[in-house]
């Protein structure tokens, strides 16, 4: 294994992730973490693109030579029709959250709904086929997981959510396995995905419950895709009324170990991804 470099020089190979706000992404610290353990000469930086200056942005990727970038909020669906390639999940889906640069051709992809998977087979020894999935939420989380465990082969998935409208949509993404569900679909179910954003540390739903934990239990895997805090009141809800737990982090790490695998062609060191991760949210 080579040593990475203390420090970049003029042949440093750039990637990064475009948002606003960014200061808060965890994206280029895990990046850094898989390129110090590869021993690659790379850097990843947070670069703060508001809404007007998005098209100058995706034109600096390519004046710049900038290997790939991260996307965040707002621009997973905006940046789609300045890129010049689309793969099928993201287009099915509606949005982008890794570019990659080859030579000049900007292609777009989701790795959410794959590192959700991703995470589910390392962190539980769990195959979405055949199985019966509740996602509760509907936002760009929750459609991309959906997506993510239809073509995985689910048996159902049913998305709950406070909104019909947008419950309707991500039932859809979901194919022929989705249809919009209500909180007691969750009694029984296989997997449980809590996919809304309650439950964030710094907002006032942080100790709230999406569902009621009487319908968690023994035989469940019950994911909360919030990773600030690690263990959510739902988590703490799950494991106490003995079902299987995993947090958000799992699904961080693998998004992010996957947009590394596009970038170098290399396989993630997910072990130092994980120990980044784990130590930047305090998951210990
Ligand atoms: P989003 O697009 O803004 O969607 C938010 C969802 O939460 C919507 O379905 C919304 O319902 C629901 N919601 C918000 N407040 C609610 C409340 N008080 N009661 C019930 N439902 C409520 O957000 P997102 O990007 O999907 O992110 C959702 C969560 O997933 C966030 O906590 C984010 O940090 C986390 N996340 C984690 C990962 C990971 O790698 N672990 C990746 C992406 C996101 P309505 O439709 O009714 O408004």
Request: hydrophobic letters at 50%; one cysteine or more.
């Amino acid at each position: 294994m080579h040593q990475a470099p203390k420090w970049p020089s003029a042949s440093t190979v750039v990637v990064g992730v475009i948002g606003n706000p960014i200061a808060h992404s965890l994206s280029p610290l895990l990046h850094q973490a898989a390129f110090e353990a590869l021993g690659l000469d790379w850097v990843s930086l947070g670069f703060e693109v508001g809404p007007s200056a998005l098209g100058d942005a995706v034109s600096g990727i390519r004046g710049l030579k900038i290997r790939g970038v991260s996307v965040t909020m707002p621009h997973k669906e905006s940046v789609m029709a300045l890129l010049d390639r689309i793969s099928p999940l993201a287009k099915a889906l509606g949005s982008v959250n890794c570019i990659t640069n080859d030579s000049g051709v900007l292609e777009g992809d989701t790795t959410d709904g794959p590192g959700f998977i991703e995470a589910l087979a390392h962190g539980a020894d769990f195959d979405p086929m055949g199985k019966s999935c509740v996602v509760l939420g509907a936002g760009g989380a929750a459609r991309a997981v959906a997506a993510a465990l239809g073509v995985a082969g689910a048996r159902d998935v049913a998305v709950v959510n406070r909104s019909p409208g947008p419950a309707a949509r991500a039932a859809a993404i979901a194919g022929p396995a989705g249809r919009v569900g209500r909180a007691s679909d969750a009694l029984g179910a296989d997997l449980v995905v809590q996919a809304t954003s309650v439950g964030m540390a710094g907002t006032e739903s942080a100790g709230r419950l999406v569902i009621e934990p009487e319908l968690l239990g023994p035989g469940q895997l019950v994911v909360d895709l919030v990773y600030h805090p690690v263990t959510t009141a739902l988590i703490d809800a799950a494991n106490r009324r003995g079902a299987r737990t995993m947090s958000g982090v799992g699904m961080l790490v693998h998004q992010a170990a996957l947009a590394i695998e596009r970038w170098t062609g290399l396989q993630a060191p997910l072990g130092a991804m994980w120990e980044a991760a784990a130590a930047a949210v305090g998951a210990g």
